[in-house]
C-alpha cells in the first residue's frame, strides 16, 4: 500500500540515490592517489527520476501524461576534471564538498519521509 503514495517512493528514490552516489565519491576518496584514476560522479537525481517509466493514465484529453515516477537508474559518469601530472583527476576538495551536499540531500529524503508519515497518520486521526 505505502510503496504505492508518490511521495514516499520519491523520498525512497532520493536516499537511494544519495547513497549511490555517497560510493561514488567515497571510491574517488580512496583512489585519489592511484595513478591514472578518473574521477566519477553519478547523474543527478531530477534527471534520473524524470526517466522512470510510470507511465500516468489520462482520462481526459488536458491531462498530463507524462511521467514523473521513479525507476530510473543513476548513471556514473567521469568528470572531466584537470588531471594531475600521474594521470589522476580526483581533487580531494571537490570531494568534500561532494559529501556536505550529499549530506543535505539524504536529510532533505529522510525529512520528506517524515512529513509524509505524519500526514498518513494524521488522515488516519493519530497525532504525529
Not at 489520462?58 to 507524462?66: A, F, L, M, Q, Y
Request: no cysteine; proline share 5%.
Amino acid at each position: 500500500m505505502f510503496e504505492r503514495i508518490e511521495l514516499i517512493g520519491m523520498a525512497r528514490a532520493m536516499t537511494d540515490h544519495a547513497a549511490q552516489r555517497q560510493k561514488v565519491v567515497a571510491g574517488n576518496i580512496a583512489n585519489a592517489d592511484t595513478p591514472g584514476f578518473q574521477a566519477r560522479d553519478v547523474t543527478p537525481f531530477s534527471e534520473t527520476y524524470r526517466k522512470g517509466g510510470v507511465a500516468l493514465r489520462g482520462t481526459d484529453p488536458r491531462h498530463i501524461t507524462s511521467p514523473f515516477g521513479a525507476g530510473g537508474q543513476a548513471r556514473v559518469t567521469v568528470d572531466d576534471a584537470q588531471p594531475s601530472p600521474n594521470g589522476n583527476s580526483v581533487s580531494i576538495e571537490a570531494e568534500m564538498v561532494k559529501t556536505a551536499q550529499l549530506r543535505g540531500e539524504h536529510e532533505l529524503s529522510v525529512g520528506i519521509y517524515r512529513s509524509a508519515l505524519d500526514i498518513l497518520r494524521t488522515s488516519i486521526g493519530r497525532r504525529a
